[in-house]
């Protein structure tokens, strides 16, 4: 499948002669994927949004915890953010190949800050409705699984075909450095402003992702699904395309296994820092790991948009399965928080490797008349699975039947598995 990125032409003008310094930015690396004005500004706009989401999602876990000491109203919560992934991604998805992925992308953030306004009402209040609050972080949980597969389809086309690679690795990098930048912002302004204005500005950083959007020009530029298929066909036709593509079918099944089986730690952390490593989920301890997680997650999305740029992404999944199968092994059997802390890090790192491998492998397979409906099934396979892999896993631990340890070594027996079967080169991806 071929692809037509959306140009800026003040960029298109610039391939050549935009120096850095003395030195020209080489293509397909993030260096090269920032020139571009429209990709910059989005980019840009949506990072500080993430930041503020982040910011929010952390501490919400805790404000529903300390609102009813109930670990049912808990996991409500945590299933209101992200649970509309596995129902709406695929609607989603057909809405960003049907419509304008800019002006979808808008109403879905300003949708978004309305509802963290209300939730900042709520939490504020004397005594918090918690199923008003639920509500509220549903209705933001539905605004997020409706603008995901926009954003996901929109980024890659606002690069030309040759700097999609540092495109992909930047989508990568916002993700996890929102997530290691926004929870200590909330900590800090929490004993300052209190639960409900921190909600209430988390709210503001929509404001971002909208004036981003509003600004770039060349976001327009849409190859758009021909209206053939009505109704249920529609829905399905995203799940037809990936099936009858093998490349496309074998990198969702790799990351829907992934999310299920090998990346149940992610949700269990907590259990994990206390359980096995002695460390208290509420201290700062806790907080450190999980950034250390975050950045090395984001470092590996960098490697891949500048020193891997050119390096076969197939090739770099495949090895990058191996190096997190041992990793995840060795986090599983640790006891000491401080080799925990090197070792969180360096999966964080081989973690996103595989993430942004697979990710600019699909990416660039595309034809964007489907990349939205595609998108979805990706946003599904990589968030939408992870809660599905922790409604397995804990009860499984909660019983006995297996120990975190134990979990978390099959996790990376199965990483090993996917190694294997992750051959993309055998089922069309470049060899070079």
């Not at 005594?127 to 389809?153: D, E, Q, R, T």
Request: glycine share 10%.
């Amino acid at each position: 499948m071929s692809i037509r990125g959306a140009h800026d032409p003040e960029a298109d003008e610039a391939t050549d002669a935009i120096l850095d310094g003395d030195r020209a930015f080489e293509t397909g690396t993030a260096r090269a994927a920032l020139r571009h004005r429209d990709f910059r500004i989005i980019w840009s706009g949506t990072f500080a949004s993430n930041i503020g989401t982040w910011m929010q999602n952390v501490l919400l876990g805790a404000f529903a915890e300390s609102l009813t000491h109930d670990a049912t109203y808990v996991a409500l919560i945590y299933f209101a953010q992200l649970g509309p992934l596995l129902f709406l991604a695929i609607p989603g998805g057909v809405l960003a190949d049907v419509l304008d992925r800019r002006k979808v992308l808008i109403w879905m953030q300003i949708e978004q800050l309305v509802f963290s306004f209300v939730l900042a009402g709520l939490a504020s209040a004397p005594h918090p409705s918690k199923w008003g609050i639920f509500a509220c972080v549903l209705a933001i949980g539905v605004g997020n699984a409706f603008s995901g597969p926009a954003l996901g389809a929109i980024l890659p086309t606002l690069v030309p075909r040759e700097d999609m690679t540092g495109a992909v690795a930047l989508q990568s990098v916002q993700m996890n450095l929102s997530r290691v930048l926004g929870p200590p912002i909330g900590a800090l302004l929490l004993p300052v402003l209190g639960i409900g204005a921190v909600f209430g500005v988390n709210a503001l950083t929509y404001l971002f992702a909208v004036a981003a959007l509003v600004v770039a020009r060349g976001a327009v530029h849409q190859i758009r699904a021909v209206a053939s298929e009505e109704g249920g066909n529609r829905l399905l036709s995203g799940l037809r395309v990936a099936y009858h593509d093998r490349l496309i079918r074998r990198i969702l099944v790799t990351m829907s296994l992934f999310s299920v089986i090998s990346l149940q730690f992610v949700p269990l952390m907590p259990n994990i820092a206390h359980d096995n490593l002695g460390i208290d989920p509420t201290s700062t301890g806790y907080g450190l790991l999980y950034a250390v997680f975050g950045l090395g997650a984001a470092l590996g999305a960098v490697t891949i948009g500048s020193y891997l740029a050119h390096r076969n992404k197939s090739r770099i999944a495949r090895w990058s399965f191996v190096a997190f199968a041992g990793l995840l092994a060795v986090f599983g059997l640790l006891r000491s928080d401080l080799p925990a802390y090197l070792d969180v890090g360096a999966l964080g790192y081989a973690y996103f490797l595989v993430i942004t491998s697979l990710s600019t492998v699909l990416q660039e397979h595309l034809d964007d008349k489907v990349r939205g409906r595609i998108m979805a099934l990706w946003i599904m396979s990589f968030g939408g699975m992870v809660p599905i892999g922790a409604l397995i896993g804990g009860p499984l631990v909660d019983s006995g039947v297996f120990t975190l340890s134990e979990l978390l070594l099959i996790g990376a027996g199965f990483a090993l598995l996917l190694a294997w079967y992750c051959n993309l080169i055998a089922v069309g991806a470049p060899a070079d």
